[in-house]
T-cell receptor, first 111, second 115 residues
Framework: GQSLEQPSEVTAVEGAIVQINCTYQ??????LSWYQQHDGGAPTFLSYNALDGLEETGRFSSFLSRSDSYGYLLLQELQMKDSASYFCAAYGSSNTGKLIFGQGTTLQVKP | EPEVTQTPSHQVTQMGQEVILRCVPISNHLYFYWYRQILGQKVEFLVS????????KSEIFDDQFSVERPDGSNFTLKIRSTKLEDSAMYFC?????????????FGEGSRLTVL
């Protein structure tokens, strides 16, 4: 089967750095994406790792280690508007572009 | 900025009724998807569509579900006989390059409530 594990909740203060981890078990793993969702609205793409290493996009970075079946999303200089749910999602062996999502991590940013 | 649009934003229906959810994907995208999210849970894959046919479907996507791309712009999800457990937010998504780019563009969703 395919599954992704991530913490259910994370709390941090404004201006801080937070890391959201994701471990996965997927057959024929291809790549790992991260999405942000505010209040049940449209998931919004944040970052994608097809290769090992760090991808940086502004305040957000994502890391992947294929050998450890592990990735993380790093959010820097947290702002109140970053309070949202964050999902890791994996592409498997299928070339249809199907994404399998984790359960999501609710990030609460406090003043 | 191009976006995926979905209608209706909210639909309430009686159990056993047929529902059609509509989507207009981004115009130059080739891959189309339906996902659903039950309140407070994860986003679940339903079906992918490429080159005018279903390319993959999940176990959830049983015989009561169907998809169509009736013209060059619309992409619809039909639920033939709704059940209480079909109540969820249904998201349409599209992609230009599938898993190569790693980015799906999601619509704002259609909330389906089955009574």
């Amino acid at each position: 089967g395919q599954s992704l594990e991530q913490p259910s909740e994370v709390t941090a203060v404004e201006g801080a750095i937070v890391q959201i981890n994701c471990t996965y078990q997927t057959s024929g793993f291809y790549g790992l994406s991260w999405y942000q969702q505010h209040d049940g609205g449209a998931p919004t793409f944040l970052s994608y790792n097809a290769l090992d290493g760090l991808e940086e996009t502004g305040r957000f970075s994502s890391f992947l280690s294929r050998s450890d079946s592990y990735g993380y999303l790093l959010l820097q200089e947290l702002q109140m508007k970053d309070s949202a749910s964050y999902f890791c999602a994996a592409y498997g062996s299928s070339n249809t572009g199907k994404l399998i999502f984790g359960q999501g991590t609710t990030l609460q940013v406090k003043p | 900025e191009p976006e995926v649009t979905q209608t209706p934003s909210h639909q309430v229906t009686q159990m056993g009724q047929e529902v059609i959810l509509r989507c207009v994907p981004i115009s130059n995208h080739l891959y189309f998807y339906w996902y659903r999210q039950i309140l407070g849970q994860k986003v679940e894959f339903l079906v992918s569509f490429y080159n005018n046919e279903i390319s993959e479907k999940s176990e959830i996507f049983d015989d009561q579900f169907s998809v169509e791309r009736p013209d060059g712009s619309n992409f619809t999800l039909k639920i033939r006989s709704t059940k209480l457990e079909d109540s969820a937010m249904y998201f349409c998504a599209s992609s230009a390059q599938g898993r190569t780019s790693g980015e799906l563009f999601f619509g704002e969703g259609s909330r389906l409530t089955v009574l």
